[in-house]
């Protein structure tokens, strides 16, 4: 359990402390972890409310947690879309392709299809070219040559 919640806390830390970062790369693991820790949060902050409204030390729950929901995806708004065009990046697709939320009703099916493709390997996530892959995949090429030369 604690290795868990430590993972949650490094996966949030990272969302937050990249927020303004809309250079780099985003693999798929961490975007997909990032976004099931915005989840959890939301689903912890619709028990508290209910939690409160049981406890009567609140009036109305559902307008506590709407409001709570509004004011969190407000804050989200920027470091989600930092973390969704390094996403692109990675992807080494254009950042207009995030207009398919704005343009399309249910644009986000196709962004969340587009966001599961796997991440090239030739590109690590800090942007480095992967060397250890391409000197593999050298290696192996070179090998298929001779076995043809071979033959």
């Given at each position: 359990?604690?290795?868990?919640?430590?993972?949650?806390?490094?996966?949030?830390?990272?969302?937050?402390?990249?927020?303004l970062n809309f250079e780099g790369k985003e693999t798929r693991k961490n975007y997909w972890l990032t976004e099931l820790c915005h989840l959890v949060m939301?689903?912890?902050?619709?028990?508290?409310?209910?939690?409160?409204?049981?406890?009567?030390w609140i009036n109305n729950a559902v307008d506590f947690f709407q409001y709570g929901i509004e004011i969190y995806f407000l804050v989200c708004?920027?470091?989600?879309?930092?973390?969704?065009?390094?996403?692109?990046?990675?992807?080494?697709?254009?950042k207009w392709i995030l207009l398919i939320n704005i343009l399309f009703i249910f644009g986000w099916p196709i962004l969340a299809i587009i966001y599961l493709l796997p991440t090239p390997m030739d590109i690590k996530t800090d942007g480095t070219p992967n060397i250890e892959k391409s000197i593999e995949t050298n290696v192996t090429t070179k090998k298929k040559n001779k076995k043809k030369k071979e033959q």
């Open positions: 359990m604690r290795k868990i919640l430590e993972a949650f806390w490094e996966i949030n830390k990272e969302f937050w402390i990249n927020g939301l689903y912890i902050f619709f028990l508290l409310s209910m939690y409160f409204f049981a406890l009567k708004i920027i470091p989600k879309l930092a973390q969704q065009t390094r996403r692109l990046n990675a992807l080494k697709l254009s």
